[in-house]
């Protein structure tokens, strides 16, 4: 690869960085407070460039063809510029559910701290934090009428569920969070796979065990389809 086109790969690099971070779109990748980080590295990758290309324009430094035959491993900085500008990656979706191994609800009961559910009618909890209750503490649930918001996902065997993923960082981490959705087969009928519904109902009692993958079972009394939310994952 030429060093003007490395050179000019680095600015756009750096480019689509501040351009998914001024547009919200990180959060498809991303947590929040990761932004800060984001944009200090999309401003020092854009730098280099330029300095670089300043410096051999001021030089009038001529190609360096020592590096046409280096290999194309320089080229794979082409993907990630062309993904974010032309593409733009949705936020993982049923797909990453279905091929996940591991759930949250079956992570140890240490790693979780329990307060008392929101007052009202209708308690409104985050996907995860319903699954955990559902698996560690579910006594905190008996009764109480519930509102979920999450994605639509069709297992293999026909099943539906509402889902949702956690990340602790990045996509890279991010683990599934299923709640079986028991009665709603006439509000879901026709709906594809993710798309985003608020559901409101009161957990079974007893199921989510380790046999189903502690996937909990909501038995729904409200079904609301919504837009996909800003920020697409709980943390």
């Not at 030089?59 to 063809?65: I, K, L, N, S």
């Amino acid at each position: 690869m030429r060093r003007e086109t490395a050179n000019v790969l680095l600015v756009l690099l750096g480019g689509a960085l501040l351009k998914i971070a001024w547009n919200g779109t990180y959060l498809r990748y991303v947590k929040p407070s990761l932004l800060p980080f984001l944009v200090a590295t999309g401003v020092v990758i854009v730098a280099l460039g330029v300095l670089a290309i300043t410096r051999d324009v001021r030089r009038g430094r001529p190609a360096d063809t020592g590096h046409e035959h280096g290999g194309r491993s320089p080229w794979l900085l082409v993907l990630p510029v062309l993904a974010i500008f032309l593409v733009a990656p949705p936020a993982l979706g049923a797909d990453k559910v279905t091929r996940s191994v591991q759930t949250v609800g079956a992570q140890d009961r240490s790693a979780f701290d329990f307060d008392a559910l929101p007052a009202g009618e209708v308690a409104a909890l985050p996907m995860g934090e319903f699954v955990t209750r559902a698996v560690w503490d579910s006594s905190s649930l008996d009764g109480r009428r519930l509102r979920l918001v999450g994605f639509v996902v069709r297992d293999a065997d026909g099943a539906t569920s509402l889902a949702r993923l956690t990340i602790a960082c990045c996509a890279a981490d991010a683990l599934p969070v299923q709640v079986r959705l028991d009665g709603a087969g006439a509000w879901l009928a026709g709906l594809p796979q993710d798309s985003w519904l608020q559901v409101e109902g009161v957990l079974v009692p007893g199921s989510a065990t380790p046999a189903n993958r502690f996937v909990p079972a909501l038995a729904v009394s409200a079904v609301q389809p919504v837009p996909a939310p800003e920020e697409p994952y709980e943390y």
